[in-house]
């Protein structure tokens, strides 16, 4: 009696009729919109690109004389190299190496940091203290000042790149997987499995590494634009891909003389750079969000 009373008062005041409230939660559709948006977008480009280049009639290493430091046009929309090679297509060639190389970097270091730390996590002992110090060890060298070193002594190309950058790219990810497991190990469901006489590595696959995918997979998005970055700066150090192969760290070197009389010979791979970057922060910003269970909350 009292519930309708108050129903009719509500009725009576507002005019209308108060819907229930459901708190329906967003589908999926508009959960993968607000989280990839424009940067999601960018990136599916860069990658769609990156994937397709090798199929579409570019010509970046095809000597334009007349063409030489040709400004950005109708002819040549980015404009020509001081060989006369169009930018565009050597840009489009050089997106296909940034993103073999920063995957390839990420899933590498990762794989390796993972199985480290997650190993000396839940064997602990004197294995956990010998990872903990290898840890040390190369958490004692800057990174890029290492990954010079190994790509100097490795030599130039691709997979010397992706060795190099993985070499001192997996120390972040044991790091975090050690804490994850750490704190993880001692939960009911693992003491259970435990108890049960499951072995430890099928206890670490199916019982403790799904835990700590979240925090992981953040670390892995925001990997990406450092290995960007690294690539670039190791290409411009000439200890990447060698010429005539485009790349963009390569790019910006060979266009650092002629910044006063064509400067899109550095515009274009710089803003190319600094645009999957900034993109691929902005996505793993977004993901952290989403996936925090606390923010979610």
Do not use: C
Not at 72 to 78: A, T, V
Not at 99 to 120: D, H, N, R
């Amino acid at each position: 009696m009292a519930d309708s009373q108050v129903g009719s008062q509500a009725w009576s005041q507002s005019g209308t009729r108060a819907e229930p409230q459901t708190g329906a939660q967003p589908g999926w559709a508009q959960t993968g919109v607000r989280i990839w948006g424009l940067p999601g977008a960018f990136l599916f480009g860069w990658a769609l690109l990156a994937l397709v280049a090798p199929w579409l009639p570019l010509t970046p290493d095809a000597v334009d004389l007349p063409g030489i430091l040709a400004r950005p046009g109708p002819d040549s929309l980015l404009g020509n190299d001081d060989l006369g090679r169009p930018i565009l297509d050597r840009l489009l060639v050089g997106a296909r190496i940034a993103f073999v190389v920063s995957f390839g970097v990420v899933a590498l270091s990762a794989a390796i940091g993972v199985l480290v730390g997650g190993i000396g996590a839940f064997t602990g002992g004197w294995i956990d203290l010998l990872l903990v110090r290898l840890i040390d060890v190369f958490l004692a060298f800057p990174g890029i000042l290492l990954a010079i070193a190994l790509a100097g002594i490795l030599g130039p190309g691709i997979d010397n790149l992706i060795l190099a950058l993985s070499a001192t790219g997996w120390v972040g990810y044991a790091r975090l997987t050690r804490a994850q497991i750490l704190a993880l190990k001692e939960r009911d469901h693992v003491l259970a499995a435990r108890a049960l006489g499951v072995g430890p590595g099928r206890i670490l696959v199916r019982h403790l590494l799904p835990l700590a995918l979240t925090p992981l997979i953040v670390e892995a998005t925001f990997g990406i634009a450092g290995v960007v970055v690294a690539e670039a700066g190791l290409s411009f150090l000439g200890l990447g891909v060698q010429p005539p192969q485009a790349s963009w760290g390569s790019m910006i070197r060979e266009g650092v003389g002629y910044m006063l009389v064509a400067p899109h010979l550095v515009l274009a791979p710089g803003v190319a750079i600094a645009l999957v970057v900034f993109s691929v922060n902005l996505l793993g910003d977004r993901l952290r969000d989403w996936l925090d269970v606390r923010h979610a909350a």
